[in-house]
C-alpha cells in the first residue's frame, strides 16, 4: 500500500457554495471570475456569488430543495456557472447530461435520476422538451439558460428576487452532483458524489496544479463532465482565477482566446493537445502568456506532451482521475521539473493507493522499489459514496474499507511515480468521452444482419482510441460495413460512432458466457 509522499491537506466541513464563495474579499468580489468566450461578457466573483444565491432563491421558491435533482444539461457559458452552483445552494442536487446527449440518452438520465426540472440552452431545446415530456415532466419544468418562447430563462430566475433560502445538511452525506460514468462495466450509472467529495478533491488537488488569482484558465472541457467541473471549475474559482468559456471546441476560437485574454493555463484532453503540437494555425497567434497545460481524461503520449511543451514554451501536466474519484487521484506536481508527462505523477494529498493482481486479489511484486503491473485502487475523501439505486454495481466497484477499484492498470517507481499502463475493463474513451460497449453491443444486436456483436477500444492510425465492432453476421444476410457504421451513427451521440468494423465467425466468449475482450483487443485484431 501507498500514501501519498505529500503532506496531507485539511478537508472543511462545509457546503460547496462555503468552501469557494463563504470567504470572498472585497478584493476577490471585485475580481473577474467568468468570460463568457463568445460574447466577451465578464462576471466579478461578488456578481457571481449573487447571482448564485438569486437562483438559489428562484429554486427554492418553486420548491426546490434537499432532497430535489435538478438536471443541468447546457455547453459551457456563466449561465451554466450560475445555473450549477445555484442548484448546489438551494441543496438541491444537480444531474449534469452531456450536451451531446440524444433524446434516449437524456431520458435515461431523467428518469433515472429523478430529475424534477431540466435546466437546457436554446440549441438543445428539441431534444429536452422531447426527453422531458416522455418521461412525464410538463414543459414548464424545463427553463431555458439563455431564453426561448413559452420558457423561463435565467434571467427570469435572477429577476424572480427571491432570497436564498436557509439549508442545512451534512456536507459528507448529502449529494451535491450525481454525474453518469459506465464505470467498469455496463451502462452510464448514476455517480453519488457529496458536498465532502468535491470539496476535498478541489483542497487536494490544490498543491499540484500550481493555479493562483493571476491565472487565466481556458475553460473548454465540458463542465458537465467531472474533469472540468472540478479541476477547471471549481478549482479555478477557489484559487480566484479567470475562466474564460467555451462551448465547444474549435481550434481557431481556441487560439483567438488564448491571445485576446492572455490565457495562462490549459486544460485539455489529448486531442486537442494533438492540434497543440501539430496545427500550423498555432504558429499564427500570440500563445506566449501560456505557463501551463493539463492533459487529462485519457492516456498523454510523453513525445506528444514533450513536443506541446517545446512549442507553446509551457509546462505539461497530467492528470489521472474517474468520476467515481471526483475525479482526480494523481497528477504530475506543477513545480517537479523531474517528473515526465508521459506519467501520472503522485498521489495527490489524503490519498492512499495500492496495485493489485486482479487474478489474486494480492498487492502485486515490487523489485527495487519498481511494481510490476497491478489494478490500481485507490482511497481518500474524494472517492464516491457509491451507484445510486445500483448496491451490485457499487460492491463491485467499492470495498468494504474504502478501496475504490479503478478497472486501470498501473505501475509504480520508486519515487512514487505512476504510470497507466492498460485498462482491465470495458470502457472505452473517445477525445476522452466514455463509450460504454455494452451499449452499442445491445445496439448492434437489434440489425437483423448481425448475430451477435462485441465493441472493443482500438488505437487508429493518430494513436487515438476508437470504438471497433467486432460482428458475427445472421446466417443468410449480408450486410455492408458502411451499413454497420450508419446503424449506429443514426442512433447513438456523435462521439459513441463505430468507427471500425470486422466481421468475425465468432465472438470470443467465457465458459461463463463474459466476452472475452482482451482476445479481441490483441495486436492482431487492431484497426
Ligand atoms: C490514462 O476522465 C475522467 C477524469 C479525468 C481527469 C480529471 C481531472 C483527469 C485529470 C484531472 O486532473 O473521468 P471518467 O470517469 O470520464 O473516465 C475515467 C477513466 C479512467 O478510469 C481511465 O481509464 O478515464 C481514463 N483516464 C486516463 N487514462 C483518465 N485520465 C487518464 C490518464 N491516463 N491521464
Known sequence: MYRSTLPDVVVPDVSVFDSLFGSLTDEDREKTALVDGP???????????????????????????????????????????????????????????????TVKDLESQLRASGAELLLTASPLLEAATTAARNVGLPDSAVIVLDGAEGHESLRDLLAAGAPAPDVSFEPAEHLAVLPYSSGTTGLPKGVMLTHRNLVANVEQARAML????????????????????????????????????????????????????????????????????????????????????????????????RAIEARLGARMLQGYGMTEMSPVSHVTPFDRDDISPGSVGLAIPNVEFRLVDPATGEDVEVTDGVSAPGELWCRGPMVMTGYLNNPE?????????????????????????????????????????????????????????????????????????????????????????????????????????????????????????????????????TA
Open 39 to 101: 460574447s466577451g461578457a465578464e462576471t466579478s466573483y461578488g456578481d457571481l456569488a449573487a447571482r448564485i444565491e438569486a437562483v438559489a432563491g428562484a429554486l427554492a421558491a418553486r420548491g426546490i430543495g434537499v432532497g430535489d435533482v435538478v438536471a443541468l444539461h447546457c455547453p459551457n457559458s456563466s449561465g451554466f456557472v450560475i445555473a450549477f452552483h445555484g442548484i448546489l445552494r438551494a441543496g438541491a442536487t444537480a444531474t449534469t447530461v452531456n450536451s451531446l446527449a
Open 210 to 305: 500550481g493555479v493562483g488569482r493571476d491565472d487565466v484558465l481556458l475553460a473548454v472541457l465540458p463542465f458537465f463532465h467531472i474533469y472540468g467541473m472540478t479541476a477547471l471549475l471549481n478549482l479555478g474559482l477557489r484559487e480566484r482565477a479567470t475562466l474564460v468559456t467555451m462551448p465547444r471546441f474549435d481550434l481557431a476560437e481556441f487560439l483567438r482566446l488564448i491571445e485576446d485574454h492572455g490565457v495562462t493555463y490549459l486544460f485539455i484532453a489529448p486531442p486537442i493537445g494533438v492540434a497543440l503540437a501539430k496545427h500550423p494555425l498555432v504558429d499564427t497567434v500570440d500563445t506566449s502568456t501560456v505557463r501551463h497545460v493539463l492533459s487529462g481524461a485519457a492516456p498523454l503520449d510523453e513525445h506528444l506532451g
Open 393 to 525: 454495481a457499487t460492491a463491485e466497484t467499492l470495498t468494504d474499507d474504502g478501496w475504490l477499484k479503478t478497472g486501470d492498470v498501473a505501475t509504480v517507481d520508486a519515487d512514487g511515480v505512476v504510470h497507466i499502463v492498460d485498462r482491465l475493463k470495458e470502457l472505452i474513451k473517445y477525445k476522452g468521452y466514455q463509450v460504454a460497449p455494452s451499449e452499442l453491443e445491445s445496439l448492434l444486436l437489434e440489425h437483423p444482419g448481425i448475430a451477435d456483436a462485441a465493441v472493443v477500444g482500438v488505437l487508429d492510425d493518430e494513436g487515438e482510441e476508437v470504438p471497433k465492432a467486432f460482428v458475427v453476421a445472421q446466417p443468410g444476410t449480408s450486410t455492408s460495413d458502411d451499413e454497420v457504421l450508419a446503424f449506429v451513427a443514426e442512433r447513438v451521440a456523435p462521439y459513441k460512432k463505430v468507427r471500425v468494423v470486422e466481421w468475425v465467425d465468432a465472438i470470443p466468449k467465457s465458459a461463463s458466457g463474459k466476452i472475452l475482450r482482451k482476445d479481441l483487443r490483441a495486436p492482431a485484431a
